[in-house]
Protein backbone atom coordinates (compact mmCIF):
# COMPACT_ATOMS: atom_id res chain seq x y z
CA UNK A 1 0.00 0.00 0.00
CA UNK A 2 2.74 2.37 0.95
CA UNK A 3 4.88 1.23 -2.26
CA UNK A 4 1.73 1.97 -4.05
CA UNK A 5 0.99 5.67 -2.98
CA UNK A 6 5.06 6.41 -3.50
CA UNK A 7 4.02 5.05 -6.92
CA UNK A 8 0.87 8.01 -7.53
CA UNK A 9 3.14 10.59 -5.97
CA UNK A 10 5.43 10.75 -8.35
CA UNK A 11 3.01 10.53 -11.14
CA UNK A 12 0.74 12.86 -9.75
CA UNK A 13 3.46 15.53 -8.63
CA UNK A 14 2.92 15.10 -4.80
CA UNK A 15 5.31 17.13 -2.48
CA UNK A 16 8.19 16.04 -0.49
CA UNK A 17 6.10 16.63 2.57
CA UNK A 18 3.98 13.78 1.63
CA UNK A 19 6.48 11.64 0.62
CA UNK A 20 8.50 12.21 3.58
CA UNK A 21 5.59 10.86 5.53
CA UNK A 22 5.40 7.59 3.72
CA UNK A 23 8.33 7.05 4.55
CA UNK A 24 8.26 7.55 8.07
CA UNK A 25 5.63 5.26 8.37
CA UNK A 26 7.21 2.50 6.22
CA UNK A 27 10.17 2.29 9.26
CA UNK A 28 7.07 2.93 11.88
CA UNK A 29 5.63 -0.14 10.52
CA UNK A 30 9.24 -1.80 10.34
CA UNK A 31 9.97 -1.14 13.91
CA UNK A 32 6.21 -2.32 14.94
CA UNK A 33 6.60 -5.74 13.41
CA UNK A 34 5.97 -7.53 16.72
CA UNK A 35 2.48 -5.22 16.59
CA UNK A 36 1.88 -6.65 13.04
CA UNK A 37 2.68 -10.28 13.80
CA UNK A 38 3.83 -13.31 11.55
CA UNK A 39 3.11 -13.54 7.88
CA UNK A 40 0.03 -15.53 8.26
CA UNK A 41 0.14 -18.98 6.00
CA UNK A 42 -2.73 -19.96 4.04
CA UNK A 43 -4.73 -22.65 2.28
CA UNK A 44 -5.85 -22.31 -1.84
CA UNK A 45 -8.66 -24.60 -1.59
CA UNK A 46 -10.65 -25.34 -5.22
CA UNK A 47 -13.16 -23.47 -6.26
CA UNK A 48 -16.09 -25.93 -4.37
CA UNK A 49 -14.62 -26.43 -1.31
CA UNK A 50 -13.60 -22.52 -1.39
CA UNK A 51 -17.34 -21.60 -1.94
CA UNK A 52 -18.75 -24.32 0.90
CA UNK A 53 -17.15 -22.69 3.29
CA UNK A 54 -18.00 -19.12 1.99
CA UNK A 55 -21.39 -19.79 0.93
CA UNK A 56 -22.99 -19.53 4.97
CA UNK A 57 -21.56 -15.92 5.25
CA UNK A 58 -21.73 -15.19 1.32
CA UNK A 59 -24.82 -12.35 1.86
CA UNK A 60 -23.75 -11.19 4.87
CA UNK A 61 -23.18 -7.60 4.94
CA UNK A 62 -19.34 -7.38 5.29
CA UNK A 63 -19.60 -8.77 1.78
CA UNK A 64 -18.71 -5.36 -0.15
CA UNK A 65 -18.67 -6.25 -3.35
CA UNK A 66 -23.09 -6.00 -3.69
CA UNK A 67 -22.89 -2.07 -3.24
CA UNK A 68 -20.73 -1.64 -5.97
CA UNK A 69 -21.84 -3.90 -8.36
CA UNK A 70 -25.66 -3.77 -8.28
CA UNK A 71 -26.08 -0.69 -9.48
CA UNK A 72 -24.46 -0.74 -12.33
CA UNK A 73 -25.42 -4.69 -13.72
CA UNK A 74 -29.16 -4.02 -12.10
CA UNK A 75 -29.03 -0.16 -14.58
CA UNK A 76 -28.89 -2.57 -17.69
CA UNK A 77 -31.11 -5.35 -16.82
CA UNK A 78 -33.71 -3.08 -15.61
CA UNK A 79 -34.00 -1.92 -19.60
CA UNK A 80 -34.59 -4.89 -20.46
CA UNK A 81 -37.96 -6.43 -21.91
CA UNK A 82 -39.08 -9.76 -19.83
CA UNK A 83 -37.83 -12.56 -21.39
CA UNK A 84 -35.84 -15.92 -20.75
CA UNK A 85 -32.63 -15.25 -18.46
CA UNK A 86 -29.82 -17.39 -17.53
CA UNK A 87 -28.09 -15.98 -14.39
CA UNK A 88 -24.41 -18.21 -14.78
CA UNK A 89 -22.85 -18.52 -11.25
CA UNK A 90 -26.10 -17.51 -10.05
CA UNK A 91 -24.39 -18.08 -6.10
CA UNK A 92 -27.26 -17.38 -3.80
CA UNK A 93 -29.94 -15.89 -6.39
CA UNK A 94 -29.50 -12.18 -5.10
CA UNK A 95 -29.50 -11.60 -9.24
CA UNK A 96 -32.25 -14.15 -9.94
CA UNK A 97 -34.65 -12.55 -7.27
CA UNK A 98 -34.39 -9.46 -9.08
CA UNK A 99 -34.96 -10.96 -12.72
CA UNK A 100 -38.13 -12.63 -11.42
CA UNK A 101 -39.08 -9.81 -9.27
CA UNK A 102 -38.95 -7.82 -12.95
CA UNK A 103 -41.80 -10.96 -14.69
CA UNK A 104 -38.28 -12.59 -16.19
CA UNK A 105 -38.62 -16.23 -16.63
CA UNK A 106 -34.93 -17.59 -14.57
CA UNK A 107 -32.86 -20.22 -14.83
CA UNK A 108 -29.95 -20.45 -12.46
CA UNK A 109 -26.76 -22.25 -12.56
CA UNK A 110 -23.61 -22.64 -10.77
CA UNK A 111 -21.48 -25.40 -10.06
CA UNK A 112 -21.19 -25.12 -6.73
CA UNK A 113 -24.11 -27.61 -4.66
CA UNK A 114 -23.89 -25.47 -1.24
CA UNK A 115 -24.79 -21.85 -2.68
CA UNK A 116 -27.41 -23.67 -5.27
CA UNK A 117 -29.22 -24.82 -1.56
CA UNK A 118 -29.24 -21.45 -0.53
CA UNK A 119 -30.58 -19.93 -3.70
CA UNK A 120 -33.36 -22.50 -4.12
CA UNK A 121 -33.96 -21.22 -0.23
CA UNK A 122 -33.75 -17.29 -0.86
CA UNK A 123 -35.60 -17.28 -4.19
CA UNK A 124 -38.92 -19.01 -5.43
CA UNK A 125 -39.70 -19.62 -8.71
CA UNK A 126 -36.31 -20.04 -10.23
CA UNK A 127 -35.35 -23.06 -12.69
CA UNK A 128 -31.95 -24.15 -10.43
CA UNK A 129 -29.80 -26.54 -12.15
CA UNK A 130 -26.15 -27.36 -11.29
CA UNK A 131 -23.70 -27.18 -13.99
CA UNK A 132 -20.06 -25.47 -15.12
CA UNK A 133 -19.93 -22.09 -16.65
CA UNK A 134 -18.12 -23.99 -19.29
CA UNK A 135 -20.72 -26.70 -20.54
CA UNK A 136 -23.53 -24.79 -19.44
CA UNK A 137 -26.65 -27.73 -18.89
CA UNK A 138 -29.10 -25.05 -20.88
CA UNK A 139 -30.11 -25.84 -24.45
CA UNK A 140 -28.48 -23.49 -28.16
CA UNK A 141 -29.93 -20.02 -28.26
CA UNK A 142 -32.60 -20.52 -25.32
CA UNK A 143 -32.30 -17.22 -22.96
CA UNK A 144 -32.30 -13.59 -24.22
CA UNK A 145 -30.55 -12.39 -21.36
CA UNK A 146 -27.13 -13.68 -19.74
CA UNK A 147 -25.89 -12.55 -16.47
CA UNK A 148 -22.63 -13.58 -15.08
CA UNK A 149 -21.66 -11.48 -11.47
CA UNK A 150 -18.14 -11.55 -9.79
CA UNK A 151 -17.21 -15.38 -10.82
CA UNK A 152 -14.63 -15.13 -14.08
CA UNK A 153 -11.92 -14.10 -11.61
CA UNK A 154 -12.04 -17.60 -10.42
CA UNK A 155 -10.79 -18.24 -14.02
CA UNK A 156 -8.11 -18.76 -15.54
CA UNK A 157 -8.92 -18.80 -18.89
CA UNK A 158 -12.47 -16.92 -20.68
CA UNK A 159 -12.24 -18.22 -23.82
CA UNK A 160 -14.45 -21.34 -23.45
CA UNK A 161 -16.94 -19.49 -21.25
CA UNK A 162 -17.24 -16.37 -23.30
CA UNK A 163 -18.06 -19.46 -25.79
CA UNK A 164 -21.01 -20.59 -23.94
CA UNK A 165 -22.56 -17.67 -23.36
CA UNK A 166 -22.76 -17.17 -26.96
CA UNK A 167 -24.20 -20.72 -27.84
CA UNK A 168 -26.96 -20.24 -25.29
CA UNK A 169 -27.74 -16.33 -26.48
CA UNK A 170 -30.90 -16.09 -28.96
CA UNK A 171 -29.62 -13.56 -31.82
CA UNK A 172 -29.99 -9.76 -30.40
CA UNK A 173 -29.65 -11.34 -26.96
CA UNK A 174 -27.34 -9.35 -23.90
CA UNK A 175 -24.65 -10.17 -21.49
CA UNK A 176 -23.76 -9.00 -19.04
CA UNK A 177 -21.03 -9.73 -17.01
CA UNK A 178 -19.00 -8.36 -14.13
CA UNK A 179 -15.87 -8.64 -12.55
CA UNK A 180 -13.54 -8.23 -10.18
CA UNK A 181 -11.17 -5.43 -11.12
CA UNK A 182 -7.55 -6.48 -12.07
CA UNK A 183 -6.41 -3.22 -9.83
CA UNK A 184 -8.48 -4.92 -6.91
CA UNK A 185 -7.29 -7.91 -7.75
CA UNK A 186 -3.82 -6.46 -7.32
CA UNK A 187 -4.92 -4.94 -4.25
CA UNK A 188 -5.55 -8.03 -2.72
CA UNK A 189 -9.19 -8.92 -3.40
CA UNK A 190 -8.67 -12.11 -2.48
CA UNK A 191 -12.12 -13.84 -0.61
CA UNK A 192 -10.97 -14.82 2.85
CA UNK A 193 -12.79 -18.67 4.12
CA UNK A 194 -12.04 -20.82 6.89
CA UNK A 195 -11.81 -24.95 5.92
CA UNK A 196 -12.03 -26.70 9.14
CA UNK A 197 -10.75 -23.82 10.68
CA UNK A 198 -7.57 -22.91 8.75
CA UNK A 199 -7.19 -19.96 7.55
CA UNK A 200 -7.61 -19.70 3.51
CA UNK A 201 -8.24 -17.70 -0.06
CA UNK A 202 -9.98 -18.36 -2.89
CA UNK A 203 -8.01 -17.53 -5.69
CA UNK A 204 -9.01 -14.67 -7.82
CA UNK A 205 -6.95 -14.02 -11.21
CA UNK A 206 -6.20 -10.46 -12.87
CA UNK A 207 -8.40 -10.62 -16.10
CA UNK A 208 -7.39 -7.19 -18.26
CA UNK A 209 -9.63 -5.90 -21.24
CA UNK A 210 -8.06 -7.98 -23.27
CA UNK A 211 -8.88 -10.92 -21.65
CA UNK A 212 -12.48 -10.42 -21.74
CA UNK A 213 -12.41 -8.55 -25.29
CA UNK A 214 -10.51 -11.09 -27.19
CA UNK A 215 -12.57 -14.12 -26.24
CA UNK A 216 -16.08 -11.99 -26.53
CA UNK A 217 -15.11 -10.41 -29.75
CA UNK A 218 -14.09 -14.44 -31.21
CA UNK A 219 -17.73 -15.57 -29.91
CA UNK A 220 -19.33 -13.23 -32.22
CA UNK A 221 -20.38 -11.20 -29.32
CA UNK A 222 -20.53 -7.78 -29.74
CA UNK A 223 -19.68 -4.92 -27.06
CA UNK A 224 -22.56 -2.57 -26.29
CA UNK A 225 -20.53 -1.15 -23.15
CA UNK A 226 -18.29 -1.10 -20.45
CA UNK A 227 -18.53 0.43 -17.09
CA UNK A 228 -15.41 0.67 -14.13
CA UNK A 229 -17.04 1.47 -10.94
CA UNK A 230 -14.26 3.45 -8.89
CA UNK A 231 -13.49 4.01 -5.19
CA UNK A 232 -13.35 7.29 -3.28
CA UNK A 233 -11.41 8.05 -0.60
CA UNK A 234 -14.87 8.60 1.56
CA UNK A 235 -15.41 4.65 1.18
CA UNK A 236 -12.00 3.41 1.68
CA UNK A 237 -10.99 1.92 4.63
CA UNK A 238 -12.12 2.42 8.41
CA UNK A 239 -11.60 4.39 11.05
CA UNK A 240 -7.60 4.84 11.92
CA UNK A 241 -5.79 1.71 14.18
CA UNK A 242 -2.93 1.29 15.21
CA UNK A 243 -2.60 -2.81 15.10
CA UNK A 244 -4.31 -5.06 12.45
CA UNK A 245 -7.25 -6.45 12.71
CA UNK A 246 -8.11 -9.97 12.32
CA UNK A 247 -6.43 -11.77 9.19
CA UNK A 248 -9.65 -12.10 7.76
CA UNK A 249 -9.55 -8.42 6.71
CA UNK A 250 -6.30 -8.37 5.61
CA UNK A 251 -5.11 -6.26 3.47
CA UNK A 252 -8.19 -3.62 4.16
CA UNK A 253 -7.79 -4.08 7.75
CA UNK A 254 -4.07 -3.19 7.60
CA UNK A 255 -5.00 0.17 5.77
CA UNK A 256 -6.76 0.92 8.88
CA UNK A 257 -2.61 1.37 10.35
CA UNK A 258 -1.75 4.27 7.45
CA UNK A 259 -4.41 5.58 6.61
CA UNK A 260 -3.52 8.74 4.04
CA UNK A 261 -1.31 6.36 2.12
CA UNK A 262 -4.39 3.55 1.65
CA UNK A 263 -6.53 6.55 0.40
CA UNK A 264 -3.79 8.14 -1.88
CA UNK A 265 -3.34 4.11 -3.35
CA UNK A 266 -6.82 3.69 -4.13
CA UNK A 267 -8.68 6.86 -4.34
CA UNK A 268 -10.35 6.96 -7.98
CA UNK A 269 -9.47 3.49 -8.68
CA UNK A 270 -11.83 1.27 -10.51
CA UNK A 271 -13.42 -1.57 -7.90
CA UNK A 272 -15.08 -3.77 -10.54
CA UNK A 273 -16.02 -4.14 -14.34
CA UNK A 274 -19.14 -4.21 -16.04
CA UNK A 275 -19.34 -5.41 -19.62
CA UNK A 276 -22.56 -5.15 -21.83
CA UNK A 277 -22.75 -7.56 -24.69
CA UNK A 278 -24.86 -7.87 -27.71
CA UNK A 279 -25.39 -11.23 -29.87
CA UNK A 280 -25.38 -10.47 -33.65
CA UNK A 281 -28.91 -10.54 -35.31
CA UNK A 282 -29.46 -11.58 -38.36
Known amino acids: ?24 EVRRLLDAREAVGLPVEVEHPDLLAGYRAWAPAYDSPDNAAFAVEEPHVWAILDGLPAGQVLDAACGTGRHCARL ?18 RARINVSGVDFREGDLEALPVDDGAVDVVVCALALAHLTDLAPVYAEFARVLRAGGHLVVSDVHPEAVLRGSQPAVRIDGRPARIRNYRHHAADHLGPALQAGLQVAGCVEPRLSAGSIGTPPAEEPGPWETWPWSLA ?7 AAASDGEPAMVIWHYRAPTP
Open 1 to 24: MEGLALLRAFGEGRDQTFVDARLA
Open 100 to 117: AARGHSVIGVDASADMLS
Open 256 to 262: AMVPEAA
